[in-house]
């Protein structure tokens, strides 16, 4: 079975810092690229990061570019998301997602596995 | 960036009914890399339709997804208790950037 938990996620103030880990079991972590997926309270989906397999590539949306870094962790099961210069609009719950390809080569493809979420919030 | 409308906003139906969701998208979406997915309140979203029509593992064939181009839809035939939720479409033939839309709730009318 296929399990994705996050954990990390807690009240830190503006322009503060916070890591965000998964760990993930029940399928060949490193066959996959792995997401970051956030949802601002009372609002839709919004992708932010993908790493490839082997953490070679790694891409970001526009929101996040310059303050997040995705990392992972193959001997580890593990997923990470470093959140630098953090702002109120950060706040959101925010959810590993397995994707189903191990690069963006050509897609970076669709998200058949989701973690339950942790919660970030970005308050003073 | 390929940005993704979905209609209506919001969708009130009896148990029993047929719905339609539709996704549109702002340019062509490559070899129909649209993906569905269902959000109950308080749960993650789950994975119900990839590559435009092909239902995910373990979702009952009321669900169906159909489309191209920048058109696509997601039809559930009869509307069980447990189908209203949030659906989301979202875009992945735009490496690599993927891109959601902001969904359609489906309501208890």
């Known amino acids: 079975e296929v399990q994705l938990v996050e954990s990390g996620g807690v009240v830190v103030q503006p322009g503060g810092s916070l890591r965000l880990s998964c760990a993930a079991s029940?399928?060949?972590?490193?066959?996959?690229?792995m997401h970051w997926v956030r949802q601002a309270p009372g609002k839709g989906l919004e992708w932010v990061s993908l790493?490839?397999?082997?953490?070679?590539?790694?891409y970001y949306a526009d929101s996040v570019k310059g303050r997040f870094t995705i990392s992972r962790d193959n001997s580890k099961n593990s997923l990470y998301l470093q959140m630098n210069s953090l702002r109120a609009e950060d706040t959101a719950l925010y959810y590993c997602?397995?994707?189903?390809?191990?690069?963006?080569?050509?897609?970076?493809?669709?998200?058949?596995?989701w973690g339950q979420g942790t919660l970030v919030t970005v308050s003073s | 960036e390929i940005v993704l409308t979905q209609s209506p906003g919001t969708l009130s139906l009896s148990p029993g009914e047929r719905a339609t969701l539709s996704c549109r998208a702002s340019?062509?979406?490559?070899?129909?890399?649209l993906a569905w997915y269902q959000q109950k309140p308080g749960q993650a979203p789950r994975l119900l339709i990839y590559?435009?029509?092909s239902r995910a593992t373990g979702i009952p064939d009321r669900f169906s997804g159909s489309g191209s181009g920048t058109d696509f839809t997601l039809t559930i035939s009869r509307l069980e208790p447990e189908d209203f939720a949030v659906y989301y479409c979202?875009?992945?033939?735009?490496?690599?950037?993927?891109?959601f839309g902001p969904g359609t709730k489906v309501d208890i009318k």
């Open positions: 340019q062509s979406v490559s070899s129909s890399y």
């Open positions: 029940g399928f060949t972590f490193d066959d996959y690229a």
């Open positions: 590559g435009a029509s």
């Open positions: 997602a397995k994707g189903t390809v191990d690069t963006a080569m050509v897609t970076p493809g669709y998200f058949d596995y």
């Open positions: 790493i490839s397999w082997d953490g070679g590539s790694t």
């Open positions: 979202q875009q992945y033939g735009s490496s690599p950037v993927v891109t």
